[in-house]
C-alpha cells in the first residue's frame, strides 16, 4: 500500500507526519534528496528539513543524485526506510531523475510501500504531468532541451504547493487558474496532502 506525504514546507508540517501516515519514526532511515535546490538562491529550508527529520528521531542518509553513481543511489534507495525528495526546480529534478534512471527506482519503491516525503518540487514531481508547474518554475536555464513532462505518476492529481504563501501568492494563483481543467489538490505552507492506499486527505498543522 503507498504511503505518501507531500507539502509545500516539509519543517512547518512534520509534526503530523507520524500520525498521519501511521508509520513509526524514530529510529529508522531516511534517504535525503536535496537535488532539486542545489541550484536555487535560497535553500534555508533544505537546512530546516534536516533539522525536522533529526528531531523526528530519524536518520538521515544524504543522497545528492547528480554527485553520486547510479549503483550507489539504488543501494540508498533500496536499504533505506522511507525517501524524502526537497523543494527546488521541479523541471531540473525531473531531468536528474531521468538522467540517472532513479525515476523508476523510486517509483518501484514507493508502490511496494515504502514511505515517500516530497516538499514543494518533491511533491509536484509525483504528479502525471509537470508542465503545469511552468508558472512556478523556470523549465529552461537549468533544463536541456526538455519536450516531455510526463512526472512520476505515483499520485492520479496535481499538487499546487505554497498557496497564499510568501512569496509565491502570485504564482500559485496563476497555476490555479490557468489549469482549473486538472484535478488539482491545492495547499499552503501548513498543509500537507496525505495519500494511504487509495485515500487522499489534505490535513493541516494546528
Known amino acids: 500500500m503507498e504511503k505518501i506525504f507531500l507539502c509545500s514546507y516539509f519543517a512547518e508540517v512534520a509534526s ?19 537535488t532539486a535546490s542545489i541550484h536555487e538562491t535560497y535553500t534555508q529550508y533544505v537546512e530546516e528539513a534536516r533539522v525536522a527529520f533529526d528531531s523526528l528521531g530519524l536518520i538521515v542518509k544524504e543522497l545528492e543524485i547528480t554527485q553520486c553513481s547510479k549503483n550507489e543511489i539504488e543501494e540508498v534507495l533500496t536499504s533505506c526506510d522511507c525517501i524524502y525528495v526537497s523543494g527546488g526546480n521541479t523541471f531540473f529534478l525531473l531531468q536528474e531523475l531521468r538522467r540517472t534512471g532513479i525515476d523508476r ?3 518501484e519503491q ?11 518540487a518533491g511533491a509536484m514531481i509525483l504528479a502525471p504531468n509537470i508542465e503545469y508547474a511552468k508558472g512556478m518554475d523556470d523549465c529552461y536555464s537549468r533544463v536541456s532541451g526538455m519536450e516531455d513532462f510526463v512526472g512520476l505518476g505515483l499520485v492520479g492529481f496535481y499538487p499546487v504547493v505554497h498557496f497564499d504563501s510568501v512569496p509565491f501568492e502570485k504564482a500559485a494563483r496563476e497555476v490555479v487558474n490557468k489549469n482549473s481543467h486538472l484535478p488539482l489538490k491545492i495547499i499552503t505552507n501548513q498543509q500537507a496532502i496525505v495519500v494511504v492506499g487509495n485515500n487522499v486527505v489534505i490535513k493541516e498543522r494546528k
Open 105 to 107: 527506482c523510486i517509483i
Open 110 to 120: 514507493v508502490e511496494q510501500g515504502k514511505l515517500y516525503i516530497g516538499e514543494s
Open 16 to 34: 503530523i507526519l507520524s500520525e498521519s501516515v501511521s508509520v513509526p519514526l524514530r529510529g529508522k532511515t531516511v534517504a535525503f534528496i536535496p
